[in-house]
């Protein structure tokens, strides 16, 4: 879990290359949608959505990506 908070801090500093090499390693469902957000913030939103279904998540039409990074964090605590 601590890696996934490193990951977490990464995406709010915008720092998504550093946070997909963290999240690639953790296959859980908090580390999957971490993922997701890591490739909505690379554009790549195919990508984005396969990795949302892994996390039991629906990649929303218009991503607000801060609210879901804050999200994510509050579930990882």
Do not use: C, F
Not at 54 to 70: F, K, N, S, T, Y
């Amino acid at each position: 879990m601590a890696a996934l908070k490193d990951a977490i801090a990464l995406l709010e500093q915008g720092k998504w290359e550093d946070a997909h090499t963290i999240v690639q390693k953790d296959g859980s469902p908090l580390g999957s949608w971490a993922h997701g957000i890591v490739h909505v913030l690379e554009g790549d939103l195919r990508n984005a959505g396969y990795w949302y279904r892994r996390a039991g998540r629906e990649l929303p039409d218009e991503v607000d990506v801060e609210a879901e990074v804050a999200a994510l964090k509050a579930e990882a605590g």
